[in-house]
């Protein structure tokens, strides 16, 4: 579920991208022998401890940035299956960014969207939100099972790159997702047992990692997906969890899929009367929605070959422009005020028969979206925990996105392994923890109600709705300070967050400049 690291840099120049995820590298791998480098020894790799764990230096670098953080990085082994311990084993992937003071006992936790997104490569891309957090607190990262460095359950297309669940909606029939589902489900057989690589395998994962590094309590930071993940932790083990953070989240009633239709059709809905309200945008540009709607059922009706300049490889291509693919560019472009401010633009672009950079960002999304998702982890998670309450609504057939996610998502989730589901797994988390809950107010997927909905079986909870924001909030303005004040003090409610009242409204923008002063 979670975008928002998918897309932070924004390029305007005849095509806006979104960044991508990157890649998990120990800075003491071993380089390749040669003549010049045989004879001198390699240098000791200093180590550190934590708990029982014993951790060396890497560096966390995701891919398409120059963003790198140094942290110390280890693994540890758990059971694939915990009733039989004796079994396969996985190795999970953990990174440990130490507090820059005195260490308070309680560690914090961030965890990671998707499902299916690595914690240790999506952290640089929001490693300024927790800033103020690492002044006092340890900041640990653990792949969740299937993802990152974690047996990664990754799947490729039929040429041979690695897709996503929602790229493979947006880009094909129900039966061919489900021979996509039947493909990977084999590949992965080897070696992975699917049904162990669900939300509740992963809580006992990090409990593992807690007692590991010697942790009586522990702090948890979930953002999206991961909010899901922080609440079924919070439920199972209270006496372990100090206190939390929800970052744009996932009721534990919510069946992922079903809302997103609606979701999506909202916070575009909030983003164009934007361009009603700005000068020269709605004259400039027109009726953004209206323009949506007029370029869906022309793709619709029948695809638009366009000539662009390929945004990965620079080269020339020629390639149909499909229904699907502006879809997957307005829903992603969603998750970031700043890039569906560039939608009414580019909307209108199009509507005028000047397609490339609606092509070109298409382009760069469906290539990028595979390499951040796990989609065999994704299938376990939402196969396991959500298909059989998955439901097409008929009132959104005609919507931007309709009902095919649903139907893709029940068509993969026929033909792949199911795992176990707790009894009480969609029951609402009822606490007393002390719980911050932070939402963005043009958020596509997670909207504010889902915060509303949340909070009110929470006794020491609060809610945050950021004006004129979107998905994954906890980097924006001085939520960051916020954060780690909350964090010392496990207080939610005597928190003072007036500094929020002075986000600005997004803007939209009225020419490839950007927007209007």
């Known amino acids: 579920m979670d975008k928002r690291n998918l897309i932070r840099i924004v390029v305007v120049v005849g095509a806006l991208a979104y960044a991508g995820y990157g890649y998990f590298r120990h800075a003491n791998d071993t380089p390749r022998s040669d003549a010049s480098t045989a004879s001198a020894p390699a240098a000791p790799v200093p180590t550190r401890r934590l708990g029982a764990l014993e951790f060396k230096p890497c560096t966390l670098a995701p891919k398409l940035t120059t963003t790198t953080i140094a942290a110390q990085c280890t693994q540890l082994s758990v059971p694939e299956d915990y ?28 965890l990671a969207g998707g499902p299916g997104q690595s914690a240790l490569e999506s952290y640089p891309t929001i490693a300024p939100a927790f800033d103020e957090t690492l002044k006092k607190r340890n900041v640990v990262l653990v792949d969740q099972r299937g993802t990152g460095a974690s047996n990664l359950l990754a799947c490729e297309d039929k040429r041979g790159a690695k897709s996503s669940v929602e790229q493979q909606a947006a880009d094909t029939s129900p039966e061919a997702v489900r021979r996509f589902a039947e493909h990977c489900r084999d590949s992965l057989a080897a070696r992975a047992d699917l049904r162990f690589y669900t939300t509740s395998e992963a809580i006992r994962d990090l409990d593992a990692v807690r007692t590991a590094i010697g942790a009586a309590q522990i702090d948890l930071v979930g953002i999206s997906y991961g909010t899901r993940v922080a609440q079924h932790y919070a439920r199972r083990y209270p006496t372990h969890t100090r206190a939390v953070v929800l970052d744009s989240v996932a009721p534990n009633e919510l069946i992922f899929g079903n809302d997103f239709a609606r979701n999506l059709d909202d916070a575009l809905a909030m983003t164009f009367k934007q361009c009603a309200r700005t000068p020269h945008c709605v004259e400039r540009m027109g009726d953004p929605r209206a323009n949506l709607t007029a370029l869906l059922a022309q793709l619709k009706a029948k695809p638009v070959p366009v000539d662009y300049r390929d945004p990965l490889t620079g080269e020339e291509r020629r390639e149909n422009l499909t229904r699907a693919q502006l879809v997957q560019v ?104 002390p719980i911050l809950v932070l939402e963005g107010e043009f958020d596509p997927v997670t909207p504010p109600r889902y915060g509303e909905q949340v909070v009110k ?57 950007g927007w209007e002063p």
């Open 83 to 110: 009733a039989h311990p004796q079994g396969r084993k996985i190795q999970l992937a953990i990174a440990w960014l130490p507090a820059h003071n005195d260490a308070a006992a309680d560690p914090v936790f961030m």
């Open 330 to 433: 307005a829903r992603m472009y969603a998750y970031v005020p700043m890039l569906a401010a560039s939608l009414p633009l580019t909307l209108a672009e199009a509507r005028q028969g000047r397609y490339e950079s609606l092509m070109a960002q298409a382009r760069f999304i469906s290539g990028s979206l595979g390499d951040s998702m796990a989609a065999g982890m994704q299938l376990s998670v939402i196969c396991s925990e959500d298909a059989d309450q998955l439901k097409a609504d008929p009132a959104y057939a005609d919507s931007v996105l309709g009902n095919d996610m649903i139907d893709s998502l029940r068509a993969q989730c026929a033909v792949w392994p199911h795992g176990l589901r707790p009894p009480d797994f969609h029951e609402p988390l009822k606490s007393d923890l």
């Open 457 to 513: 079986n929470l006794s020491h909870g609060r809610l945050l709705i950021l004006r004129g924001q979107g998905h994954n909030v906890i980097p924006v303005g001085c939520v960051p300070k916020l954060m780690a004040r909350f964090l010392d003090t496990a207080d939610a409610r005597t928190l003072d967050a007036h500094c929020l009242d002075n986000l600005p409204d997004p803007q939209p923008f009225t020419s490839y400049s």
